[in-house]
């Protein structure tokens, strides 16, 4: 029982750690276009 709780625990964190990595990617992808749509402009 122990082991099946650590190893959802596990998930959890991975699938909240990609998240934060999904949403850190966008961010930096919307700066960057503002910045190339600037350069263009």
Known sequence: ???QSSADLMHQKIS???CYQIFNFA?????VSK???RLVA
């Open 27 to 31: 961010t930096r992808l919307s700066r």
């Open 35 to 37: 910045l190339c749509s």
């Open 16 to 18: 909240i750690i990609g």
């Open 1 to 3: 029982m122990s082991s």
